[in-house]
């Protein structure tokens, strides 16, 4: 990782007897997009607030560019920030919202002038400047607040759940353009979403926010296939979960057992005997006829759904009385055209493609 | 509009009301203009007289200036009031609200009485600040200009806060932090965007007591010199000492047209109604 630009140190955020943050520690990279994501009411706005001072913190450190923080009132972080509704002074045009940071900042009227052009021309808004906020679409707003959140160059962007409000398709689009923006201006990026799927397409790294803390901070591809706790490996994408008891342990790998005994990639921090689950993706999984498949986990069940998504179908195996499981099997694959609502299958998948997490 | 009105199949619910304000309002104003002309004689004299006399044009100055004043001590007064009713936690702000409802559900008259009480030479308010030692002799709070202010500031209130608070309660909170991570101080903020997001509410209330004000009665009648005459007491004196209808409605129309006028190019300047930008 890059020098650090900003770091948390056992942050935390108390309302009343309300825990809202706890002993939150992590840093920033130069350059860096990392996504805070979780669950509503998980802590991760609340850490956002924090960083830019809209919200005291009732214990540990901050520092921006290694300086504390926590002395300096919001208006001298120098940090920009687009808000989840965007926040754009509506008595303001698009010229004088962008304008704003810079006036505040005492620049001379020309340098502005240009400023602000160059910024407008940049998220694709040259001719807009003289409109007012209520006259623009919901995602040429959301480029206007990006356009005066970054116009003064702050050293960190912080951005609230910024595509929240608009439609599936558009949201795809700004995705790729707030990624653009990020590429080519170098900007630091500390992103809040509760949006599984935008934290792993935009991230450079991503910190899953539970209940007030951190569950786990890596790589998207690091959360997606080594999730630390069975919370991750609900949150982000889909996970089967079955419940057994750690009979073994050794090389990096894990027995369990419940209905049947399974193996599957382990921590060291699991001993004998105690509760764990098994996680293991749906497109892990192999569907073969009844006591069928060569991998090193199988489980028997019988079909109770087939759903049909176009690239792929999802069939719902019902294994015992109390676990489905969902395996994701590519249209190209043959030899499944028998399988139908009923039918006896046997679910298989490799020990590597599966991870034995603590059952908390 | 009438065409419309007509397509409505709801418009004959307004039927009453409208009845009501023909009756009792648009009727005799319309006879109020006629006699303006009429009385004693057809012809200006009655407005020649309004405006060709300086106790005329005194009392004239004096309503708009009273008005003006009671409208500036209550947005004074007002804003911080409406502010903090907005920022309370919710039971505070019930009580706020109460306490600012409490006099809308007093006589004016009452009031006006209690302020008297308070405001008299061996009163309340002169008994305290001689106590302290701030003053040595009673101050003059009563039959002056002091005094009108005091009374009118305190019974418009409402007026004021009551438009401010709709207004301020709508205001998003983000745009404050918005100005903040910007780099605007608090001053700075509030300036260029809390206090220009209150205009419509600062204009709507303004609008509210500037025009109650200038109609205003009892207030100045009893808390009043003879230098704080308003309009409003002149039509009664001119009307039930003399008889004088004719001057009176004259003055009455004069009144009329001029809060016409204001309220015409206030909607103008500010935009405030449908056609607002925000």
Same mark, same amino acid.
């Given at each position: 990782m890059a020098e650090p630009i900003l770091t948390l140190e056992a942050v935390r955020k108390v309302f009343g007897k309300f825990v809202a943050v706890d002993d939150v520690t992590l840093s920033i990279g130069r350059g860096e997009f990392l996504t805070f994501l979780g669950p509503s009411g998980s802590g991760k706005?609340?850490?956002? *607030? *924090?960083?830019?001072?809209?919200?005291?913190?009732?214990g540990g450190a901050m520092t921006l560019d290694g300086k504390p923080l926590d002395p300096l009132p919001a208006y001298k972080r120098d940090i920009g920030m687009v808000f989840q509704h965007y926040a754009l002074f509506p008595h303001m045009t698009v010229a004088g919202n962008v304008a704003f940071p810079l006036e505040m900042r005492k620049l001379d009227k020309a340098q502005i002038a240009k400023k602000v052009r160059d910024v407008l021309a940049l998220v694709g808004l040259p001719d807009h400047g003289e409109r007012y906020p209520k006259q623009l679409s919901g995602g040429q707003q959301q480029r206007v607040a990006l356009a005066r959140a970054m116009v003064f160059e702050p050293r960190l962007l912080l951005m609230d759940e910024p595509l929240g409000a608009l439609d599936k398709k558009l949201r795809e689009h700004m995705q790729i353009e707030i990624m653009r923006l990020h590429r080519d201006m170098g900007i630091t990026v500390l992103y809040v979403t509760h949006d599984q799927e935008e934290?792993?397409? *935009?991230?450079?790294?991503?910190?899953?926010?539970?209940?007030?803390?951190?569950?786990?901070?890596g790589a998207p591809s690091d959360l997606y296939d080594n999730p630390a706790t069975r919370f991750v490996a609900d949150f982000i994408g889909e996970s089967n979960f079955i419940e057994g008891r750690v009979t073994g342990h050794n090389n990096g790998f894990a027995e369990l057992e419940g209905a049947q005994t399974l193996r599957g990639r382990a921590e060291g921090n699991l001993s004998i005997g105690s509760a764990a689950v098994m996680a293991v993706r749906p497109e892990r999984l192999h569907v073969n006829r009844a006591n069928d498949g060569a991998d090193a986990n199988r489980v028997e069940g019988t079909v109770t759904d087939i759903v049909y998504l176009g690239q792929s179908r999802k069939f719902i195996v019902r294994v015992n009385d109390q676990t489905e499981m969902t395996a994701l099997v590519q249209a190209n694959v043959v030899g499944l055209e028998s399988v139908t609502v009923g039918s006896s299958v046997s679910l298989s998948w490799r020990a590597e493609d599966s991870k034995v997490l603590g059952n908390t | 509009m009438f065409a419309k009105l007509a397509r409505d199949r709801f418009a004959w619910l307004v039927l009453p009301a409208g009845i009501l304000i023909l009756a009792v309002f648009a009727y005799p104003v319309f006879w109020l203009l006629v006699r303006s002309f009429s009385d004693p004689s057809w012809g200006l004299q009655n407005y020649e007289t309004v405006f060709a006399k300086v106790i005329y044009l005194k009392v004239l100055w004096n309503t708009v200036a009273i008005a003006g004043a009671t409208t500036i001590g209550a947005l004074l007064l007002g804003f911080p009031m409406a502010y903090s009713m907005v920022h309370a936690p919710p039971l505070m702000r019930k009580l706020l609200v109460f306490v600012v409802l409490i006099p809308f559900w007093t006589s004016i008259l009452v009031r006006t009485f209690a302020w008297m009480v308070l405001l008299q030479p061996n009163g309340l308010l002169n008994d305290m600040l001689i106590g302290i030692g701030f003053i040595e002799t009673p101050a003059k709070f009563m039959f002056n200009r002091t005094g009108v202010l005091i009374g009118m500031i305190q019974i418009m209130l409402p007026f004021m806060v009551f438009p401010l608070f709709s207004v301020m309660t709508r205001i998003d909170h983000a745009y404050v932090q918005a100005a903040a991570n910007l780099g605007a101080t608090p001053v700075k903020g509030f300036l260029r965007v809390y206090l220009p997001l209150c205009l419509p509410g600062i204009v709507t209330g303004s609008m509210l007591v500037f025009i109650i004000s200038l109609g205003y009665f009892i207030t100045p009648a009893l808390l009043g010199g003879r230098k704080d005459v308003m309009i409003a007491q002149l039509i009664q004196q001119q009307i039930s000492d003399f008889g004088n209808w004719g001057l009176s409605s004259a003055l009455a129309v004069v009144l009329l047209i001029g809060t016409g006028l204001i309220f015409a190019v206030v909607h103008k300047v500010f935009k405030v109604g449908p056609d607002a930008r925000f």
């Open positions: 706005t609340t850490t956002l *607030m *924090m960083v830019a001072g809209f919200q005291s913190v009732s934290a792993l397409v *935009m991230s450079d790294r991503i910190a899953v926010f539970n209940e007030g803390r951190i569950e786990q901070i | -």
